[in-house]
């Protein structure tokens, strides 16, 4: 049974940074692409990052792009969403997902749907 669980959230000022990082155990997790989710408030939700087995292969949502970056160790099956420049606008509980690799754009792993397992979220609080 995969299992997810994500840590590093908090409270932080705006401008500050946060690291979340991402256990995964039950997968093969070189065969898998991983993927951080967010959800504010009232809102549905949304792609953030994406990064493929060879962790070279990654993808951003626009709004996040040049402040968080995602890697990932798969000697220690893990996956990281180092974000700065933080903004109110990022607050939300950020979600850890895998999903099975395959051919095709790194692109495709920026739907929700693409991916089996979730994490239970960690929430990130950003003060203005």
């Known amino acids: 049974q995969v299992q997810l669980v994500e840590s590093g959230g908090g409270l932080v000022q705006a401008g500050g940074s946060l690291r979340l990082v991402c256990a995964a155990s039950g997968l093969t997790f070189s065969g898998y692409v991983m993927g951080w989710f967010r959800q504010a408030p009232g809102k549905e939700r949304e792609f953030v990052a994406t990064i493929r087995w060879s962790g070279d292969d990654t993808s951003y949502a626009d709004s996040v792009k040049d402040r968080f970056t995602i890697s990932r160790d798969n000697a220690k099956n893990t996956v990281s969403l180092q974000m700065v420049s933080l903004q109110p606008e990022d607050t939300a509980v950020y979600y850890c997902?895998?999903?099975?690799?395959?051919?095709?754009?790194?692109?495709?792993?920026?739907?929700?749907?693409?991916?089996?397992?979730w994490g239970q979220g960690t929430q990130v609080t950003v003060s203005s």
């Open positions: 997902a895998a999903a099975l690799s395959r051919l095709g754009p790194i692109t495709t792993w920026s739907k929700s749907y693409e991916y089996a397992d």
